[in-house]
């Protein structure tokens, strides 16, 4: 398993924790909604024979997922012990930053009123601890190592302060084609527009299609569709309504859409064609 910030490639068995126990993106309080019978089965058939789960960079999944993976796999496989009676091997470091909009794993998880009274996680007391302390990926930059060891701990020297900004750079400096990361999703959305903007060729804009499902009046579903145009990203599971595409251009996934297929959040490809409506008449309607 692989947490949801890191790309999840089309190994079957590598994939989000999120994709895996059918966890929806943008829940970010309560107890885990009921899976559907169908969709329960289905994962309950894949997931038969499973005796291990294997967690990479534990230190990106909060105490609330952590909660959620024990209730699905409690669910699915209809037993009572904490994840549902499957092993599971955490592997990462704690000292990184903890999860966003979530509290560390080792931390009580904000469920109900009844787990805000915890001050530590039940779940987090069934693993054991084991510490790895050989050095690989720097083993051979002792400086390096120092700087990192004191910045997790919070106890950074002068020398410290000074290695990390003589890596600061200034924007012209940056490649064109380097990825860059932003506090603010507002910040992301004006750097990808003015990217597109600035990119020579024509622009497109391909608008969602929502519809309604059961019975509604014409008047509730129109005031409901009209009512979406303006959701945040994080109230639509991260589909935008209107997306502003130009082909060579690269794109990242931000959604799991087709594991299997490869069509996972942090994919990235180059858009080379697009398809349009027959109807369409102007370069702006839907594609």
Known sequence: ??????????????????????LPVNQCAGQTAELSSDLANHIRTSLFNLKLIIIDEISMVGSRMLHYIDTRLRQIKGVKEPF???????????NHLPPVMDKPIYKAPKINQLSELLDTNPLWDEFYYYELNQIMCQKDET???????????????????KLI???????????????????????????????????????????????????????????????????????????????????GIKYMITNNIDVEDGLVNGSTGCLKHILFEPNSVTETEKL
């Open 143 to 161: 400086e390096f190592i120092t700087c990192l060891n004191n910045l997790a701990a919070g106890d950074m020297t002068n020398s410290d302060i």
């Open 165 to 247: 900004k003589s890596r600061k750079i200034n924007e012209i400096d940056v490649p064109e084609n380097a990825i860059r990361l932003f506090d603010k999703n507002v910040d992301v959305n004006d750097y990808n527009q003015q990217r597109i903007e600035n990119y020579p060729g024509n622009d497109y804009n391909s608008i969602a299609k929502d519809k309604i499902v059961g019975k509604a009046s014409d008047y509730v579903k129109n005031k409901v569709l009209n009512g979406l145009i303006n959701k945040k990203l994080s109230e639509t599971g991260g589909y935008p309504y209107k997306l502003s595409i130009k082909k």
């Open 1 to 22: 398993m692989r947490t949801l910030r890191k790309s999840c490639f089309s190994n079957r068995w590598r994939v989000t924790c999120h994709t895996a126990f059918a």
């Open 84 to 94: 549902g009676g499957v092993s599971i091997l955490a592997v990462g470091d704690l």
